[in-house]
Every structure is written in C-alpha cells, then in structure tokens.
C-alpha cells in the first residue's frame, strides 16, 4: 500500500516563509503533486515533481527527494489568502492519486 | 477551462435510499475519480475509472458503486444510504500518463439522515 505523512496544521505570520513537509512510502513512485483546498472549495493543482530537486512557480516551490521519499512546499512571502489546507498526492503506476491527510494552514497578521 | 461538474452541492437524503452522484468534464480526460473527504481524514478513493465501461475500487468502495456509460459522465450510486456516508464528495478527472494534475468538481455535501 501507500502511506503519506504531513503535519495536521502550520501557523505562520502574514510576510514570512513556511514549509509543508510530506513523507511517502510507496513502491513503483511516479511523482509528488501539491494541492490547495480553501475551505468550501475545491482542490486545485499547484504543482508536480517528478525528479529529485525545486521547481519554483512564482510564491510557492516545491522540492522532492526520491531517495528520502520526502517532499515539501515552500510557501514565500505568505499573504492572508494562503491559509488553506494543502494536500501531497502520489502516483504510482497505473494507479490514481493517493493523497495525504492535508497540513492546514493558518496565516496571521 | 477544464470544468468538472457535479450535479448537486447539497444533499439530503434518508438511510436506506438509493442515491445518484453524477459528475461531468467537458476535457476529453480519460480518466475519472471519486473521492470522499471527512474532517481529519483527507481524501480517500472510493472508485475510479481508466476507461468507459471499466471501473477500479479504490481504498474504500463498501456501500459504493459507479457507472462510466459515456467517457464525459462518472456517476457514483450509493445502493442504500447510510448515516456514516454523510460526507463531501469530490468528483475529480484528468489525461492518463506520469503529470497527474486532477481537476476537481465542487463537491456534493451529501447529509444522510
């Protein structure tokens, strides 16, 4: 089977940086997805890493090692309207996304 | 814009009716999803499907099943609804191949009472 680990919630300050880290233990590892949630939305993509290494899009970068089966999203200068929850999803084969238990995320003024 | 769209974002139904899900993406996305997400628990697969006609059950499909007639529409059935279903439902879709970014409906907030 296929497990992920990440904290249940993080608080960080309005202007700050924080890290949502995801462990995994799966066999036959395609690649590591992050989603956001707002709470009464839906999920929406934010990023994939395939190879070891950071993939930047603009605020937030995501970094993976295959070797650790460890991942994380790094969140930069953090504005109100990220708190929401965010979710680390594996693939593996021919299977569909696992996803973790989501870190909720608090931003405060 | 990929649009997956879920018939209903509320429902109440009574323990021991049959209840239809239906979800829709206008994308050509071969592969469909069906998630149930509960407070604390994240998102746990109940079925999916590769194909038309074909389905997979995923983590937790007891009390489920669904219907994939046309590539566009993913319908998930609860046979007979029970008080622990209540719950959200996520209807998700996307290509086939390694990138798996999944575009997700609304959600149904299904309430069984």
């Known amino acids: 089977g296929q497990s992920l680990e990440q904290p249940s919630e993080v608080t960080a300050v309005e202007g700050a940086i924080v890290q949502i880290n995801c462990t995994y233990q799966?066999?036959?590892?395609?690649?590591l997805s992050w989603y956001q949630q707002h709470d009464g939305g839906a999920p929406t993509f934010l990023s994939y890493?395939?190879?070891?290494g950071l993939e930047e899009t603009g605020r937030f970068s995501s970094f993976l090692s295959r070797s650790d089966s460890y991942g994380y999203l790094l969140l930069q200068e953090l504005q109100m309207k990220d708190s929401a929850s965010y979710f680390c999803a594996v693939r593996t084969g021919n299977t569909p996304l696992v996803f973790g238990k989501g870190t909720r995320l608090s931003v405060i003024a | 814009d990929v649009k997956v769209t879920q018939s209903s974002r509320y429902l109440v139904k009574r323990t021991g009716e049959k209840v239809f899900l239906e979800c829709v993406q206008d994308m050509d996305h071969e592969n469909m999803f069906w998630y149930r997400q509960d407070p604390g628990l994240g998102l746990r697969l109940i079925y999916f499907s590769y194909d038309v006609k074909m389905k997979e059950k995923g983590d937790i499909p007891e009390g489920y099943s669904v219907s994939r007639e046309k590539k566009e529409r993913f319908s998930l059935i609860l046979e007979s609804a029970s008080t622990n279903q209540t719950s959200m439902y996520l209807c998700?879709?996307?290509?086939?191949?390694?990138?798996?970014?999944?575009?997700f409906g609304q959600g149904t907030r299904l309430t069984v009472v």
């Open positions: 890493n395939a190879l070891d």
């Open positions: 998700a879709s996307s290509f086939s191949g390694a990138r798996t970014e999944a575009f």
């Open positions: 799966t066999s036959g590892f395609y690649g």
